[in-house]
């Protein structure tokens, strides 16, 4: 047995390789690779008539009936020190189609990889079709009860979204899947979480994507409430994106404010030590000084405070990237009280970054009638839909 061999008979915990041809996935252009799980020291997989494929030595077997596999992560990194970037150690399919990780069941193929760079675990990938990702999707990042047409429009922007992600990773050529089932990119579920209507807008939108002017996809954000206005990406992180215009009239959350947030003086200078590490502001400040700030209105991008004698501009996204998405739900909030000595008190509205398509507006014009179309040429007046396959 060769070196390479013993390690992947010790990450097998126990099972005896075969000698089988290597499974063929089927070509298909259009899937995508989500991050289900990361940094496990033991993975464990099932299925019916499941079909295992080590990458390392290029081999393969299928076991008849319900079968459970194991990997054990901790050995196959420990053993060869050479690892150091990802590896793919392992894919697995059933012939239901359904494979079982976590106690959920999973469309499509299961890859088992090592997390990296002198990690001992493993991460697991889902790699499934594009339709079927966004049919588990919509559940999760929307509300299946919801009007198809707002599905239908969250299904087009969340395709545009991992079709762009998927475009990134390819440039990138480093990592072995393209999205992380995580609210940094998308939520998606898993087989039960698809419904018939789930499924419906993600066959009815089959394809479509949302592109702009120069022809190309376009990262399309979306949020649960705009809090009556939608925000520009620039305005909320610091790239501009090509075809984002803000929209100022989404009536349907434009109710009063619903949250509010109490910061005191001390993690003020917190959140001031913080931008000035990261070069957001590059003012140098005595932050022993006194800290002053200034009247505010909601739809200020920034706060004004001035530090001493220094006047510094604070822009409002950075509080809910410091603070978190509990402190600060959305980036649409304004300074109620704090002028003099005492708690910073903020109060805001929406809920989410606030970019691109708002789902409760989605819901409500969708309730008026609104096919996706529209509701997507609304939040999006700058980019065109198009059909892609
Ligand atoms: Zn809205």
Redesign the pocket.
Known sequence: MTLKALIISLFLSGNTLARVAPVKSPSDNYKVKVRIAHGLKNVEVSGTDLTRYLHPVDQSKTYGGRKKVKFNCHYFSKDNKKVSNQILLASLTSGTGLVTFDKKKYQGELHVVTSGRNKKSCDVVNELEMDSYISSLLAKEMNASWPIEALKAQAVAARTYALHKIQKAKLLDSSFYDLENSEKHQVNGDFFDVTRRTLKAARLTSGFVLKNKLGKLTPAFFHA??G?RTLRPDEVWSNKVVGYEKVAN?N??KKKDNWQSVISRSRLKKIISWAMRKGYITKKLNLDKKIRIYKDKRNRKFLNIKVGSRKIKLKKAFFRRYFGRVQFPSNYFYLADGLGKGPVHFVGKGNGHGVGL?Q??SRGLALKGWDYKRILSHYFPELNIKKIY
């Open positions: 409430s705009c009556g989404c349907y959350c708002c409760v507006g």
